[in-house]
């Protein structure tokens, strides 16, 4: 008599758990349809959570109950929502939603640079899934683009890493429509000084999104553009140029590094290379970063210095620089028929100048996080 009594209950339990499974999925998707508003219900919180408790492997429940807890504002419980989703296997999706959860909750932490650094990794991560996938892509060139900011604006390579990710997010059609991927690819190539590409993405940002606020970046541009051509044209002519050019060619120069002028110095670093320059006067723009001069050299030639990762009283006008390893870039280019040429170096780092004879002291480094308008 005893064993068709076992047999109901093994079929008793496992209908239970068809059940559970069943009811799991109807609070997931319910709780799913509750959380499309852009605010925080907690109705939806509380189906969500029905859902992974009914079956903890619904690694979709998880994923939306994390998303829904990050809109109420609890970043720590939403993070513990994506990891325990990832802890069922990996998963492109949540790979990223963690990533960009890591980028909100570095905001104003101590340990801000290193929470940004995961965000890359998780990011390259899930990359590595499906490396076909834009959204996978433009998530990774945001962390890169975020850690610029983050680190105090002087690190090259990540502006260079954050540009070829979003290139290869464009190789995806599912990409095109997003105006952020344009925006933020026009913030990477402002700061590259690649002033043609980036007119071009903004303007197809603001084309795609009028709310964004890529007009105002192009016209901030062109009238940046137009500030640096003009003062330099009026600078060139300047009398005064005579008597500070034979001025710096009496620079006393380390025998490791060959002297030069703006007009021998190749597109890019010039390595082992010395350029003595003076500060005619900075250029007032509506960025923080970065610092804009125009500077002359030994030959009479002006061009225009910018300064990334260096406090603002770090150089004044008047002074004496010594550009070691010059990283020059000759801007040509023209926009809306009108044309834009001159010659420009970048300078990224306190070891690639000398004020005055004297090496920068340490803390006249940024290595704090600057604000800049980009979508994260």
Not at 42 to 63: F, G, T, Y
Not at 119 to 137: M, P, Y
Not at 248 to 255: D, H
Not at 325 to 339: A, G, I, L, Q, Y
């Amino acid at each position: 008599m005893s064993s068709p009594k076992c047999g109901i209950t093994q079929i008793s339990s496992a209908e239970q758990r068809k059940l559970a499974v069943q009811r799991a999925t109807y609070e997931y998707l319910r709780g799913k349809i509750l959380d499309v508003v852009p605010d925080y219900r907690k109705e939806a919180e509380d189906h969500l959570s029905k859902a992974v408790k009914l079956n903890p492997s619904l690694v979709d429940a998880w994923l939306c109950l994390g998303n829904c807890i990050w809109k109420k504002g609890d970043l720590p419980s939403a993070k513990n929502c994506f990891n325990l989703a990832l802890s069922k296997g990996p998963n492109k999706k949540i790979l990223c939603q963690l990533s960009m959860l890591e980028r909100r909750m570095s905001q104003g932490a101590e340990n801000q640079a290193e929470m940004i650094e995961e965000s890359i990794q998780h990011a390259k991560e899930a990359i590595t899934l499906d490396v076909k996938d834009g959204n996978s892509w433009y998530n990774l060139g945001n962390a890169c683009l975020t850690s610029f900011f983050v680190t105090g604006t002087w690190d090259h390579s990540k502006l260079l890493q954050s540009l070829k990710a979003y290139q290869n997010a464009e190789k995806d059609e599912r990409m095109k429509s997003n105006p952020d991927l344009y925006f933020n690819g026009a913030t990477v190539n402002k700061y590259l000084e690649n002033y043609d590409r980036a007119l071009s993405s903004f303007e197809a940002a603001a084309l795609k999104d009028p709310s964004l606020n890529a007009s105002e970046e192009v016209e901030k541009m062109v009238n940046l553009l137009n500030k640096l051509e003009n003062l330099l044209r009026g600078h060139s002519k300047a009398k005064r140029l005579t008597s500070l050019a034979s001025t710096i060619g009496a620079v006393n120069l380390n025998s490791s590094y060959k002297r030069a002028t703006i007009d021998v110095l190749s597109e890019g670093l010039n390595k082992a290379v010395a350029l003595p320059v003076k500060v005619l006067l900075f250029v007032k723009h509506e960025n923080i970063t970065p610092l804009y001069s125009v500077v002359c050299d030994s030959k009479q030639s002006c061009f225009v210095l910018s300064v990334y990762g260096i406090r603002n009283d770090a150089i004044k006008e008047g002074d004496q620089l010594i550009l070691l390893e010059p990283f020059f870039h000759h801007v040509d280019f023209s926009w809306k028929e009108k044309r834009y040429d001159f010659k420009s170096i970048r300078v990224d780092f306190l070891e690639q100048v000398l004020v005055n004879g004297k090496v920068l002291p340490p803390h006249q480094a940024i290595r704090t996080s600057i604000y800049a308008q980009h979508k994260p």
